[in-house]
């Protein structure tokens, strides 16, 4: 488990021992968050907006022991159609929608060079497509098989969605054929995790790789929202006990199965990563509850 990126000040006494503005906690804390005993993961998100380079890869190796676990989001280029609008932060950066070989060389390749074992999940986020990118939804299965499937061995791929309309037997068979698997995202544009597909036949698959889970939103909320109202995510504002059973049950079935498990909590979640994170440990350290 970890948490969608780890430099927050208000995580003093939760993560952090000493107040450390978000600056120093960007470049600095890594090492002490990967200290903590339930915070063996963490989401990489800046990785999303521009690539990072292999300097930046090797301080993030250098600072987390080799038991840790990066769950590296892919550059958003990559997400893009043609059609859509680009965010500034793509302004300038050519089309490279589902291209493998840009994938490749800019992300994949140079994140298994540096991290290593560390590289538990490279995670493709498409952000909501639109009506009329939807309308060619079996065109964009068949390209993303395409692209995924002749992307490295040996690397977990996760694909994560805002739009429901994308999932359905023919994406779980898509997965499995390339050896990637869906992404559940626990987020208002999406229905709750363990209503995103057939978990059992996911599972029982033996191309399957790890159940990763993403907790990212409160309902109701855009994120704009949840951060006014979460700030400084130093405490559960708003509990979401449903979502985190959910989440826990899924787990636990991946974990009977013998799947690793990624989950990545946002502080937008219910107010606090960490103070998520805690709550779930409880839910795994409980003893099981007889029904017989």
């Not at 000493?18 to 002490?32: F, H, N, P």
């Not at 986020?125 to 990118?133: A, E, H, M, N, T």
């Not at 709750?192 to 889970?213: C, E, N, R, W």
């Not at 907790?215 to 700030?231: C, F, M, T």
Request: proline fraction near 7%.
């Amino acid at each position: 488990m970890g948490t969608s990126t780890w430099s927050f000040s208000g995580w003093q006494g939760l993560v952090y021992a000493d107040e450390y503005d978000e600056s120093t906690l960007a470049r600095q804390g890594l090492s002490a968050y990967a200290a903590h005993p339930l915070l063996r993961s963490v989401g990489v998100d800046r990785s999303y907006y521009r690539p990072l380079d292999t300097d930046t890869l090797s301080r993030l190796r250098k600072a987390v022991s080799a038991d840790f676990r990066f769950l590296l989001k892919a550059h958003a280029a990559l997400m893009l159609p043609k059609s859509a609008r680009r965010p500034v932060y793509l302004e300038g950066v050519p089309d490279v929608f589902l291209d493998a070989d840009h994938a490749i060389r800019h992300v994949i390749d140079p994140a298994r060079r540096v991290l290593g074992e560390t590289l538990g999940v490279v995670l493709f986020q498409f952000s909501p497509l639109g009506s009329r990118v939807l309308g060619y939804r079996r065109e964009l299965l068949q390209r993303l098989y395409e692209f995924l499937r002749v992307l490295p061995a040996g690397v977990n791929y996760a694909i994560e969605w805002r739009d429901p309309e994308m999932l359905g037997p023919d994406y779980q068979q898509m997965l499995h054929a390339c050896g990637a698997v869906h992404g559940y995202a626990q987020h208002p544009r999406m229905p709750p995790v363990d209503a995103q597909g057939d978990i059992s036949a996911a599972l029982a698959s033996s191309t399957s790789g790890p159940l990763v889970i993403r907790w990212l939103l409160a309902p109701g909320r855009s994120y704009e929202a949840a951060k006014a109202a979460y700030a400084p995510f130093d405490q559960l504002v708003d509990p979401d006990p449903v979502a985190r059973q959910n989440i826990f049950g899924l787990a636990r079935r991946a974990l009977a199965a013998g799947r690793d498990v990624t989950i990545i909590v946002n502080n937008k979640a219910e107010g606090s990563a960490p103070q998520s994170i805690v709550e779930l440990a409880r839910e795994f350290a409980a003893p099981e509850t007889s029904l017989g």
